[in-house]
């Protein structure tokens, strides 16, 4: 029974390393379809979502066969329960990726260079939170207490990133109101690369949550 079991967790962990490859990857077409004004990229990073979803239904799916069927205790239970809390914020952070792809679509006739907006910050926030998403998924795959724990502390790169961007893009608007409307979907686009970095610290606090039984939270 026990091997089964351990067969069925083995499963899950590989459905969740799948589920985190396609979220890294509606990331990294966001970013790049973002940066370079691509709409074909864009709607290609936005039919992740759909990838995403049907993973998620399929983690799901998973783990509530563990729970009726080997009725776990103890850390097992922890285990699986984080895993159901992990995707919904996984479900969330592809989400976003597809909100980033359909705001440069919104913005593809816009030039970034005559508003003055440093797309580099946004970039930069991109490789932090995508770096976070897949630590996390790691974290909990290999049980490790202190990877999750830097997670946790790698969201303040994040919020400090989004905080610069943001004042950047008030001194825009403030040199010339024609720039405003960009200026604000760009503030928005931010936005979500925040949430991003918010869901993934979500993940590792529920990683921390199968190993110890504690909350701990950023």
Not at 41 to 65: G, H, P, T, V, Y
Not at 141 to 170: G, S, W
Request: glycine share 2%.
């Amino acid at each position: 029974m026990r091997n089964r079991f351990d067969r069925q967790l083995l499963e899950l962990n590989n459905e969740l390393i799948q589920m985190g490859s396609l979220i890294e990857k509606a990331i990294e077409l966001a970013i790049v379809a973002l940066v370079k004004q691509d709409v074909d990229r864009a709607q290609e990073a936005i039919k992740f979502d759909e990838e995403i979803n049907q993973q998620e239904k399929a983690i799901e799916s998973l783990c509530m066969k563990l729970l009726l069927q080997q009725q776990p205790v103890a850390k097992d239970l922890r285990l699986i329960s984080a895993a159901l809390k992990m995707i919904t914020d996984m479900e969330r952070i592809g989400d976003h990726a597809s909100d980033i792809s359909e705001m440069t679509i919104l913005m593809a006739d816009s030039s970034y260079e005559k508003s003055h907006i440093d797309i580099e910050i946004v970039k930069e926030m991109a490789k932090e939170t995508t770096d976070m998403v897949i630590k996390s998924v790691d974290a909990f795959v290999n049980k490790d207490l202190d990877l999750a724990r830097r997670i946790l502390k790698q969201d303040d790169k994040v919020d400090e990133l989004f905080k610069q961007f943001k004042h950047q893009l008030i001194l825009i608007i403030n040199e010339n109101v024609k720039n405003g409307e960009h200026a604000t979907d760009m503030l928005l686009v931010s936005k979500y690369f925040e949430r991003i970095g918010d869901h993934a610290t979500n993940i590792a606090e529920w990683v921390i949550y199968s190993i110890t039984g504690e909350h701990e939270e950023a």
